[in-house]
């Protein structure tokens, strides 16, 4: 039975993979005939010594602080209040699950039209709301500063409701007489949500995290379609970097390196989140 699966994995997951680390071991042309030339870690030492290439995990990591800090913000908000709602929250459930339905290289689309310099919705709105001088005041994704946070926008209006929706269906799960028990205690609602609510929902707020965490410091079709990492490589997370390195310099090596050194990482980080949110195995 878990054989055509395993079929799969190992043609379509397993052997690029191999395939993928193996090229960072080797410098070549793809276009060229040349043969491949071994050249260890050459591509490593090349790809932490690259500032491109620091320059870009950092603005990973900020990408996904941003993205994974407001999506659980605004996911856990939207459940609880789902929740509180009970049965009467069915058909605002069923309004806030639409955009997981939008391909996100449609919703970069639509967030730049909004977020354009000179004519974008958003700063119409503003300016006609008094909130800013001139509809060209804020260049969303002109200006280095807040480009990175803009293009995280599309990304969050996504996403947020996978975030509710995995995080209510954990609230589903708590007994209830565990929350009356703390309400007869005299526990007030903060105490209550992060001394009973949130410890309970330890298993699923890593299991969110981490899909949402890995899933965002990949983003790629987001980014590219808003800015293509401009202004000044200011969105360049290390998805476009690799892409660049790999299409445009044309140095898959370097390129593979680069993916390998960020494979690896992300499994760490997903160990570490595992350890310290979910703590399976632990009595507290």
Not at 22 to 28: D, E, G, H, L, Q
Not at 159 to 169: D, E, G, K, M
Request: no cysteine; hydrophobic share 55%.
């Amino acid at each position: 039975m878990m054989a055509p699966a395993a079929a799969f994995m190992a043609v379509f997951v397993a052997w690029p993979l191999a395939q993928f680390i193996t090229n960072s071991f080797y410098r070549y042309n793809p276009i060229s005939d040349a043969p491949h030339r071994f050249v260890g870690f050459g591509n490593y030492i090349a790809a932490f010594g690259s500032a491109a290439f620091t320059n870009s995990a950092v603005r990973t990591i900020a990408y996904t602080a941003i993205v994974v800090f407001l999506e659980f913000s605004l996911g856990l908000l939207v459940a609880l209040l789902f929740s509180g709602l009970g049965s009467r929250s069915r058909v605002f459930r069923t309004i806030f699950m639409y955009p997981l339905m939008i391909a996100p290289i449609v919703a970069g689309l639509l967030w730049r039209f909004l977020l354009i310099d000179n004519t974008g919705i958003v700063n119409q709105l503003l300016f006609q709301l008094h909130i800013i001088g001139s509809p060209t005041q804020i260049q969303w994704l002109s200006d280095p500063k807040i480009a990175l946070l803009a293009v995280s926008l599309p990304d969050i209006w996504l996403t947020t409701s996978f975030i509710a929706l995995v995080l209510f269906a954990g609230l589903q799960n708590i007994p209830g007489d565990i929350i009356e028990a703390a309400r007869i205690d005299g526990a007030r609602y903060p105490t209550l949500l992060f001394r009973v609510i949130l410890p309970l929902l330890r298993p699923v707020i890593a299991v969110a995290l981490i899909v949402r965490g890995v899933d965002a410091a990949r983003a790629f079709d987001v980014i590219v379609v808003q800015t293509n990492g401009g202004p000044q490589n200011s969105t360049e997370t290390m998805s476009l970097l690799v892409y660049n390195t790999q299409i445009s310099d044309g140095n898959p090596g370097l390129a593979s390196a680069m993916g390998t050194i960020y494979l690896v990482a992300m499994i760490a980080l997903a160990i570490v989140a595992v350890a310290a949110i979910w703590r399976p195995g632990s009595d507290r």
